[in-house]
């Protein structure tokens, strides 16, 4: 039956769409309302392929940031453009948008778990684990897992893998692109870590400015390149390169590890 129809990796589509719906509805004003989310390039949004796509961003906390993706995708998709002005884009929402996040985070807690249903793909970290520095092989499993989301549409994915500013590029970002060979779209976020907790659910801060820019999707020679062109092309494409240190001011660059001191002893 259509009602129970689901996506390669078993939810069931209806249950997924009013999970979306409801959320949407829950944190719209979040981004509109609160702090008032500053859009650009989502133009580029509606001219993607259906499914092979990869959204590339740098990462300021647990959930905002990806919470925000769905709403300014969804929106684009409605022809809103640069704007997630009334909520009714969630009405008929895309169904195959998943993200990449520690397998870890999606099991603690209600609400990571119902995250979770609407499209995380959990994997394993292979450098951290309970708050500890680990070393460990990269799960085939996972890889899979993330082939089989891309085949299926869109993926979400913070190559960084953490939340802290300017470390270094996760070298599995590269293989997947190498691999699976998407269209690799990068965004730059702003804003989220200091108007959010640490886990983006709760408001820390109100008329913050929160920006996401959504660029050009990349030129990338999937045969040819080196792992080490694609980090080095990701790294200026999310504004996450150590060259970047140079042009901030001190006093943000000052503000920044205040924030992340103040997240990690949260």
């Not at 970290?125 to 899979?144: A, H, L, Y």
């Not at 200091?194 to 660029?215: A, T, Y």
């Not at 020679?221 to 080196?226: A, G, K, P, R």
Request: aromatic residues 12%.
């Amino acid at each position: 039956m259509a009602l129970f129809k689901r996506n390669p990796f078993g939810h069931i589509l209806f249950v997924k769409k009013w999970l979306i719906r409801i959320l949407g509805v829950l944190t719209h004003q979040r981004f509109r309302g609160f702090n008032e989310l500053q859009i650009e390039g989502s133009e580029i949004i509606k001219n993607l392929p259906e499914n092979n796509v990869l959204f590339i961003s740098n990462h300021q906390t647990y959930f905002a940031d990806v919470i925000a993706m769905f709403h300014v995708f969804n929106a684009s998709l409605s022809n809103r453009n640069d704007s997630i002005k009334n909520v009714g884009y969630l009405w008929k929402p895309k169904l195959n948008i998943y993200y990449i996040a520690a397998k870890e985070t999606m099991k603690a807690g209600l609400l990571p778990k119902i995250m979770a249903y609407v499209g995380s793909i959990s994997i394993e970290r292979t450098w951290r684990s309970e708050g500890k520095d680990v070393n460990r092989q990269v799960k085939m499993s996972d890889i899979s897992s993330i082939g089989k989301a891309l085949d299926d549409g869109w993926v979400i994915t913070f190559p960084q893998g953490t939340t802290t500013p300017f470390k270094p590029i996760r070298k599995g970002t590269a293989f997947i692109i190498k691999k699976y060979k998407p269209v690799v779209v990068p965004i730059v976020i702003d804003g989220f870590r200091r108007s959010f907790d640490k886990k983006g659910l709760r408001v820390k801060k109100k008329n913050i400015f929160q920006s996401m820019e959504i660029k050009a999707p990349l030129e990338i020679d999937y045969e040819n390149e080196s792992v080490e062109s694609i980090i080095e092309k990701i790294e200026y494409a999310i504004e996450q390169h150590p060259s970047f240190l140079k042009v901030i001011p001190r006093k943000e660059l000052e503000e920044k590890e205040r924030l992340n001191k103040e997240f990690r002893d949260w």
